[in-house]
């Protein structure tokens, strides 16, 4: 059973470029969470999904950062326009519908932005 | 407020000693989960345990070992005779039953030393 995938694992961006952030929850896994770990921090939630719906989006900027899970392919993280400051390794977790673990989230390698 | 304080930005010690890293978290709910994650040099979060408000029971896993006391809320985390690579960032992490977002602590950065 292969777990959390996250693609690109390094993605390199111009200020003013969009970036996109590609997450691949396990199989059987309907619940999609981002988490972002600025430099020498702990991860900080960002935005909690299920398929084709955003539960809880507390944790996003107001601006440029987008989220989504459609029915069919990855979750998929957006940032337009980015900034210095949003270089940072950007996580993914996914956990199962009927939370056979109870609240276990499983993490996905990462996505490090850097941004020049 | 949900918080998760790692007071213990960085710890150096040399290999085969014991290091313990504190926890210490706030939350109103009776009911949550406290974690530990560890962060190598490569990048990536390995889970280390999960520990649900209702077991105080403390656990070893080989050289590991934690220690959950809800009168104080802290969630220890020691390693016995610590090794080179026990050399990573440590993360504390609590998520309780109404909320699905895990609320991470700053980290303890932990240097082993040959």
């Known amino acids: 059973n292969a777990g959390v995938m996250q693609n690109p694992r390094h993605l390199v961006r111009r200020r003013g470029q969009e970036a996109r952030l590609r997450c691949s929850p396990m199989k059987g896994h309907s619940h999609v969470y981002w988490y972002r770990q600025l430099p020498e921090e702990g991860l900080k939630f960002m935005v909690y999904?299920?398929?084709?719906?955003?539960?809880?989006e507390s944790g996003m900027p107001k601006e440029r950062f987008s989220a989504e899970f459609p029915k069919e392919g990855p979750s998929i993280l957006r940032i337009q326009q980015v900034v210095r400051g949003d270089s940072a390794a950007y996580f993914c977790?996914?956990?199962?519908?009927?939370?056979?673990?109870?609240?276990?989230?499983?993490f996905g390698p990462g996505t490090r932005l850097t941004v020049t | 407020a949900q918080k998760v304080t790692q007071a213990q930005t960085e710890i150096s010690v040399v290999e085969k000693e014991d290091v313990t890293l504190d926890c210490v978290y706030e939350?109103?709910?009776?009911?949550?989960?406290l974690f530990w994650y560890k962060q190598p040099p490569s990048g990536e979060l390995v889970f280390l345990i999960r520990?649900?408000?209702?077991?105080?029971q403390n656990e070893i896993s080989g050289r590991y070992s934690w220690n959950f006391q809800k009168s104080t809320s802290s969630f220890n985390f020691t390693i016995t005779a610590s090794q080179v690579v026990d050399s990573a960032v440590y993360f504390c992490?609590?998520?309780?039953?109404?909320?699905?977002?895990?609320?991470f602590g700053k980290g303890t950065r932990l240097h082993i030393l040959p």
């Open positions: 999904l299920q398929k084709e719906n955003i539960i809880d």
């Open positions: 939350t109103r709910d009776t009911t949550y989960y």
């Open positions: 520990r649900n408000s209702f077991d105080e």
């Open positions: 977790a996914s956990s199962p519908v009927w939370r056979e673990v109870p609240y276990e989230q499983y």
């Open positions: 992490a609590l998520r309780t039953n109404r909320d699905d977002k895990i609320i």
